[in-house]
């Protein structure tokens, strides 16, 4: 089962290797996602669904439960770490990646920093379980064990890096406390005002064929 599914890249990968005896379940709480998920893999179980109150079938346990850069969006994360303890089997497998502190991935800093200059401070919500202690310990308050920690890191690469940028840059404004107060109008504004500022960011990452930057995560695993 993978948890906070998105388009379902995850449960699409599961899919391609556990092959036609293998059963995947995704979940997400967001229905345009969904949409896209099940367009792309109509093969998949597909649901809509919160991560702190899953949709589950009476009696229904997985074998393996992953959640890919969503329990950091969850609010209530104990509520959500339980229930991906309840669908697992004895013995099953739960696997769970958050970003790491974007203070450790300097593209995604120096984007933060640009657009504090015009917002102010910025908690992003993406990198808020930068630190795999406190994961770890969520993970063993809700009673799973052997629970262990590493870090991952990749090499990601985008041949036009401006669509990313601007996805970016609605995200870090739509995170700030002085997005609140903003019209439409004014949001647009900032927005292409952060874009504008960010280019020598995007040049500074960028190597002749697109742009290209260190990108660390936390991977924890554990079992039920």
């Not at 890919?68 to 497998?93: C, I, T, Y």
């Amino acid at each position: 089962m993978d948890i906070a599914c998105g388009t379902g890249i995850v449960a699409r990968v599961a899919k391609e290797r556990l092959g036609a005896a293998g059963y995947v379940v995704g979940i997400d709480i967001s229905p345009d996602m969904l949409a896209v998920a099940r367009t792309v893999a109509p093969d998949i179980d597909w649901r809509a669904g919160n991560a702190s109150a899953l949709p589950l079938r009476d009696g229904e346990q997985f074998d393996v439960v992953v959640c890919q850069q969503g329990l950091q969006f969850v609010p209530d994360k104990p509520a959500a770490a339980a229930e991906m303890r309840r669908a697992l089997a004895q013995g099953g497998m739960l696997a769970v990646a958050t970003w790491r502190s974007d203070e450790e991935i300097p593209f995604f800093r120096e984007l933060r920093r640009v657009a504090e200059r015009l917002l102010g401070p910025i908690a992003d919500l993406r990198h808020s379980f930068g630190n795999s202690a406190p994961l770890e310990a969520l993970l063993r308050d809700v009673g799973f064990h052997d629970v262990r920690s590493r870090t991952i890191s990749r090499i990601i690469r985008f041949e036009d890096g401006a669509p990313l940028l601007r996805l970016n840059t609605m995200a870090l404004v739509g995170m700030s406390a002085a997005c609140k107060a903003m019209t439409d109008q004014e949001r647009k504004r900032v927005v292409e005002d952060i874009v504008s500022g960010s280019a020598a960011v995007l040049q500074s990452h960028s190597d002749g064929s697109g742009v290209a930057f260190e990108l660390s995560a936390n991977l924890a695993t554990a079992k039920a």
